[in-house]
């Protein structure tokens, strides 16, 4: 059974950080390239980061500099650094494992990011 299960959001002030966590199973973790989207009421769900197996990453521009992600491939875990918050960046955060060859996607269930006074 295949489970991506996020943890490490919450509420934090602008400026802040906030490190988010994604637990892989029922995968093989190195056969996925793993990302993070986010989606707030009103838009569509949009990609913040992604990053292969060989540690490649690729960025959305809205957070190119401040929210760096991660793999730990012995975990089967992928991290997601996120500096500089703000007010923009509330979104639920979501998870992502996509297939490296037939790009079938699988989801998280997501995590709250809350950025505000």
């Known amino acids: 059974q295949v489970q991506l299960v996020e943890s490490g959001g919450g509420l934090v002030q602008p400026g802040g950080s906030l490190r988010l966590s994604c637990a892989a199973s029922g995968i093989i973790f190195r056969r996925n390239i793993m990302g993070w989207y986010r989606q707030t009421p009103g838009k569509q769900r949009e990609l913040v980061a992604t990053?292969?197996?060989?540690?490649?990453?690729n960025y959305a521009d809205s957070v190119r500099g401040r929210f760096t992600i991660s793999r730990d491939n012995a975990k089967n875990t992928v991290y997601l650094q996120m500096n500089s918050l703000t007010p923009e960046d509330t979104a639920v955060y979501y998870c992502?494992?996509?297939?490296?060859?037939?790009?079938?996607?699988?989801w998280g269930r997501g995590t709250q990011v809350t950025v505000s006074s």
């Open positions: 990053v292969t197996y060989g540690g490649g990453t």
């Open positions: 992502n494992a996509k297939h490296e060859t037939t790009w079938f996607d699988y």
